[in-house]
T-cell receptor
Framework: GAVVSQHPSRVICKSGTSVKIECRSL??????MFWYRQFPKQSLMLMAT?????????EQGVEKDKFLINHASLTLSTLTVTSAHPEDSSFYIC????????????FGQGTRLTVV | KQEVTQIPAALSVPEGENLVLNCSFT??????LQWFRQDPGKGLTSLLL?????REQTSGRLNASLDKSSGRSTLYIAASQPGDSATYLC???????????FGKGTMLLVSP
C-alpha cells in the first residue's frame, strides 16, 4: 500500500513554545491530507482538512490560530501547535489517500506531543 | 451525521480461536468502509477496504463483509494469534465527504 510518513514520532516541549509536525506522502501525491487528534483510549477526532495551495478547513471547536496547517506541496502538510500548553498534549495523526474519495486512506505513524 | 458503533469494546480470547468484530453505521450512503489496526502508541494500519458495491474482502486470515442496506460490517479473524492483539477500528467514508467517520474501536487481546 501507499506510505504516509509522519515526523517526529515523539516530541516534548515547554509550555509556550511552538511545535511543528510534518506529514509526507512518500509514493503518491495528495491534494488533501487530514489531521486527527486522539485522546487516550478514544477514537480519532478529525481536526482539519489540509488542502494543497489553499487554506485548511477546520472542524468545529478547533482553533485555527492554535493549530496552524500548511500544505505547500502535493506531498507535504505541516501542523504547527502554537504556544503549546499542557492540555495540547495528545497523539496527533495525519492521513492521505492516493486518489479520489473512493480510494483507501493511509495513515502516518502518529506524533506523541507532551507539553511540560 | 454518520455514527459508527463497534461492538464489543474489548475482547479477550485464547490463541487459535476464530472471532468476529462488529461495526454498524447509521447512514448507508457511503463510498466505502475501511478496517484498521492500531497498536499502542502507533498510527493506523489499513487492513481491508470494502467499496459500497462489494460484499466482502479477504486478506490472509482476515475477512471483512459489508451489508450496506442494514448498516453493518464484520471483521472475521481466523485462527487468532497473540500478534493479532491490537485495537481494531472501522471507518466509513460517506458520499459527498472526503473524511472518514470512525468507531471507537474494539480492543483485542489474544493470549497464548
Amino acid at each position: 500500500g501507499a506510505v504516509v510518513s509522519q515526523h517526529p514520532s515523539r516530541v516534548i516541549c515547554k509550555s509556550g513554545t511552538s511545535v511543528k509536525i510534518e506529514c509526507r506522502s512518500l509514493d503518491f501525491q495528495a491534494t488533501t491530507m487530514f489531521w486527527y487528534r486522539q485522546f487516550p483510549k478514544q477514537s480519532l477526532m478529525l481536526m482539519a482538512t489540509s488542502n494543497e495551495g489553499s487554506k485548511a478547513t477546520y472542524e468545529q471547536g478547533v482553533e485555527k490560530d492554535k493549530f496552524l496547517i500548511n500544505h505547500a506541496s502535493l506531498t507535504l502538510s505541516t501542523l504547527t501547535v502554537t504556544s503549546a500548553h499542557p492540555e495540547d498534549s495528545s497523539f496527533y495523526i495525519c492521513s492521505a489517500s492516493p486518489g479520489a474519495a473512493k480510494t483507501e486512506a493511509f495513515f502516518g505513524q502518529g506524533t506523541r506531543l507532551t507539553v511540560v | 451525521k454518520q455514527e459508527v458503533t463497534q461492538i464489543p469494546a474489548a475482547l479477550s480470547v485464547p490463541e487459535g480461536e476464530n472471532l468476529v468484530l462488529n461495526c454498524s453505521f447509521t447512514d448507508s450512503a457511503i463510498y466505502n468502509l475501511q478496517w484498521f489496526r492500531q497498536d499502542p502508541g502507533k498510527g493506523l494500519t489499513s487492513l481491508l477496504l470494502i467499496q459500497s458495491s462489494q460484499r466482502e474482502q479477504t486478506s490472509g486470515r482476515l475477512n471483512a463483509s459489508l451489508d450496506k442496506s442494514s448498516g453493518r460490517s464484520t471483521l472475521y479473524i481466523a485462527a487468532s494469534q497473540p500478534g493479532d492483539s491490537a485495537t481494531y477500528l472501522c471507518a466509513t467514508r460517506e458520499v459527498g465527504y472526503s473524511t472518514l467517520t470512525f468507531g471507537k474501536g474494539t480492543m483485542l487481546l489474544v493470549s497464548p
